[in-house]
């Protein structure tokens, strides 16, 4: 059974990819400083998968532990999903964002090169297309100038990944290029824990349903748009997981050097509004919401051509729209119970 480290295990995409990871065979082993996430998911985990994964505390930028971790078990790949992800915050505090995105990959490629770790996962965004000319993005859209200090410490990051493959490094990676993950597993153990006011869409939805928040503000509704709120592509995390899993199968036989980008979304724009709607429909119940005023920084409309992914990986999403949002509120009920 082949082990991959995976980096913020503990955190919304990992955890959901460390299931998806072991019932393809893979053996996950988590390190993570539990700073964006809670230990309790590691129990959650057991309960869900049946097995205790092993577990590390610790930061991932930090080479002893790494080197810990290599030594109790022999690596063959790595997800790296470790990162800061607030847009706001990293515009105030950009050192902070840099040293921990940017840093934690350069100190995890040292040791996969270091120790002959052949495989790598990274953990991109749809933020580095920006405002795309054209839609639906293809992976060949121009990326375009990053919005904030988070978007661009992605950037920087898959950068940096172009260089080590030209530099005829040995290890094979894959960028994916996450779109909206919403939704929770179907088991309602796991699921997205913002910490504090959270900042995206479906957390502040299912919170304010639930009634910790008292209203959701709808950030501007006179975009250019179907219904004049922004239009992204919501793809449920478990389908997200599952990405991961088939780039890692799809590694293990491509020669060293390697290096492939993937959208993984669903290849459906629906707006703010739509999430607001399906959401009461598919849970029936009455969000209370008001239209606020633009958000500074939002891309108007983004959806991915997940053609690539599709042909390449064999990847499909399994989950709609409607599953998500059910799902994202299973979670949340669980929560408060
Ligand atoms: C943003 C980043 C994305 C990053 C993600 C991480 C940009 C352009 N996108 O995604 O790269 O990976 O955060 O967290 O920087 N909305 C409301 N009311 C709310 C919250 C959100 O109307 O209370 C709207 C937003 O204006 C936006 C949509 O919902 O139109 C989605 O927002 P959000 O969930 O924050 O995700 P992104 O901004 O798309």
Known sequence: MKNILITGGAGYIGSHTAVELIKAGFNPIIIDDLSNSQQTVLERLR?????????????????????KISEDFELSGVIHFAAFKAVGEST??????????????????????????PDLVFS?????????????VTEDTPRKEAESPYGNTKKVCEDILVDLIKSKSGLRIISLRYFNPIGAHLSGKIGELPSG????????????????????????????TP??????????????????????????????????????????GNTVLEVIQTFEEVNGLKLNYEIGSRRPGDVVKIWADTSKINKVLGWYPQYSLADSLRDSWNWEKNLKN
């Open 92 to 117: 105030q505090e950009p050192l902070k964002y840099y040293k921990n995105n940017v840093g934690s990959l350069l100190v995890l490629l040292e040791f996969m090169e270091d120790l002959g770790i």
């Open 227 to 268: 219904d004049g709120s922004c239009v992204r592509d919501f793809i449920h995390v478990v389908d997200l997981a599952d990405a991961h899993v088939k780039a890692l199968e799809f590694l293990e036989n491509k020669p060293t050097s390697f290096y492939e980008v993937f959208n993984v979304g669903t290849g459906n």
């Open 47 to 67: 309960e869900i998968t049946g097995k205790e994964i092993p577990f590390y505390f610790g930061d991932c930028g930090d080479r002893s532990l790494l080197n």
């Open 124 to 136: 991109s965004s749809c933020t580095v297309y920006g405002q795309p000319d054209t839609l639906p």
């Open 197 to 224: 006011v959270p900042n995206n869409l479906v957390p502040f939805v299912t919170q304010t349903a639930a009634g910790i928040r008292e209203k959701l503000t709808v950030f501007g509704d006179d975009y250019d």
